[in-house]
Each structure stands twice: as C-alpha cells, then as structure tokens.
C-alpha cells in the first residue's frame, strides 16, 4: 500500500485497497503536534481489542494505511482532523473509530477524540465514476436522442451497486424495485442487498440486524416475503426473530456455513429456487425435534444398558467372595477390598469413584458415605435397614442385574 505526502497530510494513492475512511476530531488541552497524536493512537490503544484487531499489525499486514493528522493550535489548546484509511470490513471499522475515542491524553495534555464519519470510499469513487460517465456520454457521443434521464439509466446498468437505496423511516439498504414488487426477499445486512443486486435482483431489502424494523413488519403485510439468510447460527436468529414478529411466507437458506454476501449467480438461484413454504417449515422443524428427542431415548436407554451390562460383570466377579470393588467413572475397577474393610477404605480421602459393587449388605450408614464421596451407583446383595436414598445416588441389588 502506497501513500505520499500532501500539504502536511498523509493521504493513500489512487491504486490502494481502502474500503473505508474514518474521520476524527481532536482537541487538546495544551499544545500538541501530529506525532504526539500519532504516538498516543497506537500507545492506548495497544492490546486494547487483541492481535486480530491491534493497529501495528493491521498496518504492517496493509488492512489499514497511514494515519492521517493534521493539527494547529490556538490559543493554548490544539484543534485538528484524524483520518484512518481501513481495507478491514464494516464491523471492525467502526470498532476502530471506538477504539479511538476511549485515547484520553496526547503528550502532557488531556485530550478527547470523537469519529464523526466514515466515508465509504468505494462509494465515493461509484459515484465519480457515474458523473464522469454521464459527461463522456453527453460530450464525446454524437446520439442527440440520448437524454438525461437515459444517461444515468446506461450508467447505473453498468454499475448495479449505485442502485441501492435506503428505504423507509428505518432507512434500510434496499434495492430500487421493493414498492414495485408484489414479492420482496428479506436479506440480513447491506452486502447481502449488493450482492443480490450484482447479480440482477432488484427487489431486496435487509434488517440490518437482528432487532426486526417496523418497516419490514409493515412490508410483510402487504408483499409476500421470502426471507432469504446465511447458511449459520446468525441466520437461524433472525430466521427465530421474523417468523416472531413479521409475516414470513418462504424461507431460503444459503449453503451451511455460507453467507448471501459471498455466493455466486448459481448458488443464488439455487438457494431461492428451493425456497420452503413457512407452513412446511414448522413441519420440518417438529419432525427435526422429536427425531432428536428419539435420538436421545434411545442413546440413554443404550447408556443404561451398556453401565447395567459392566456392573454385572464386576457383580459376577465379587458375588460369593465377600469382596468390595471401587470403580472409576468409566466403571474400571480402581481398589479391589474386602467387604470388612470397604467403610474404612471409603473413608480415604483419596478415594474416588462412581460406582460400589460388593458381595454384601446395603446400608444407610453406606448409602450416605457413598453419597458424600459423590458415587453414582452402589451394587449389593440385596437392602439393608435403609429409611433414605439421597437422589444422586443409584441403589442395584444383584437381583436387578
């Protein structure tokens, strides 16, 4: 990334990757100069938002420029503009020019820094390229028939990104065709409405998050909506939030683990073309919930049978030898006793174990040491004077198994 100096001020080449440009005020109790500021940047906010985000490292790896500062002083404090070429994504933009206004101190002086926009750049360039366009047209093109109007129609064919629109009191990225569209696909943010207008659809709108605006609560009632999200856990939420609040009639996922802004032409067709009525939605989603629901019957029943099937064989190996086995959680045995000394064993602060299988008698004084040393099961003969079981405990006499 290239940059040159201009009056004072550090500003990016025309060939850099700049997607956005955060700009800043400064004032400065005192009298400062551009390096203070520059030094007090990356000192305070150094590991501040971790390595991903750390200024040093996005600037040597190219995913931020060069700070730009220009400052004067009068009378006795400093006044002056930030600017913060980024190439990083909209997200992480505006976490940098947070990041910049928790800087407290610039040299000596108290100091308070506040971002006040951020330019998109690529916008700023469309829209340039759209008014030099239109002059080319007008000046170099002999076809007299050619108006206004249907200048700014050839452009905007060209350069399907300056159609996007903010639409109602919400201000929602949205593309040109939603009032004259009978049917509306809901997207989840503004890069998914660009992507979707790339490619040719016009009848787009987005959320902007996961908090449902009226205006598209007001547009589901009057339009047929296919909402139309990312393939992962943050398009499962706002599915959750619209069906909640707004009148959703299709749904259209992109591929697991994909998100709208990144598919192909033919990976949105696809994912549109199979589009599943809500109704069916809710069928798929209960026959998804009692498939798991029998999944999990059926993997605790295992379970069940599986810890009955080992008890037993320790069950078969103590029976008649007035033994006591201590096993671990996954039922191997840990301490072989004899059945006199198992209280005594069990007292130990070392022993630990899930399950008790002994050639003997169950009591209470047993039942509740076993409990308090946070066994799941105690395996016996059979049950002594019991009047308590403690809920985490498990009692089995050789009979049940």
């Known amino acids: 990334m290239s940059s040159e100096i201009e009056g004072g001020m550090i500003t990016m080449k025309a060939n850099d990757t700049t997607k956005y440009l955060i700009h800043a005020e400064i004032i400065a109790d005192g009298v400062v100069e551009r390096p203070d500021v520059v030094g007090a940047i990356f ?53 940098l020019a947070a990041a910049l206004e928790t800087i407290e101190r610039v040299g ?114 009057k339009k047929t909506v296919t909402a139309f999200l990312d393939g992962d856990r943050g398009g499962d939420l706002i599915l959750k939030e619209l069906l909640q609040v707004a009148d959703i009639d299709y749904v259209a996922r992109a591929p697991e683990g994909k998100e709208v802004e990144d ?5 949105i067709l696809k994912s549109l073309r199979n589009k599943i009525p809500v109704e069916q939605l809710h069928v798929l989603k209960r026959e998804s919930k009692e498939k798991e629901q029998a999944k999990e019957r059926s993997e605790v029943k295992e379970q069940k049978e599986s810890i009955s099937n080992v008890l037993k064989v320790h069950k078969d190996s103590v029976e008649g030898k007035l033994t006591a086995r201590v096993l671990d959680r996954n ?65 089995i006499t050789f009979d049940q198994l």
């Open 43 to 95: 000192g305070q906010t150094e590991g501040l938002l971790g390595g991903d985000l750390d200024l040093r490292e996005l600037q040597k790896t190219g995913r931020i420029g060069r700070i730009e500062v220009k400052i004067e002083s009068k009378g006795g404090k400093s006044y002056g503009e930030i600017r913060v070429p980024s190439s990083l994504d909209k997200v992480e933009t505006a976490i």
């Open 108 to 221: 000596p002086c108290s100091a308070k820094i506040r971002a006040i926009k951020i330019e998109d750049v690529r916008a700023s360039k469309r829209r340039k390229i759209v008014d030099r366009a239109m002059s080319i047209l007008r000046e170099h093109f002999e076809e007299p028939e050619i108006e206004s109007e249907r200048i700014v129609d050839i452009v905007r064919q060209a350069i399907r990104a300056d159609e996007i629109t903010e639409y109602g009191e919400d201000r929602l990225p949205a593309g040109p065709a939603v009032d004259e569209s009978d049917a509306i696909i809901v997207v989840e943010g503004r890069a998914d409405v660009l992507n979707l207008l790339k490619h040719g659809i016009k009848n787009v709108i987005a959320v902007e998050g996961t908090n449902i605006p009226k205006t598209i609560v007001e547009l589901s009632k």
């Open 263 to 267: 598919l192909t032409q033919k990976e």
């Open 331 to 395: 039922l191997n045995m840990v301490k072989e006793v004899p059945v006199r000394d198992l209280v005594k064993v069990l007292k130990t602060n070392n022993v630990k174990g899930a399950a008790i299988v002994f050639d003997g008698v169950i009591t209470q004084r047993l039942i509740d040491l076993a409990a308090k040393k946070e066994f799941d099961y105690i395996v016996g003969v059979r049950l002594g004077s019991v009047v308590k079981v403690p809920t985490s405990v498990r009692v």
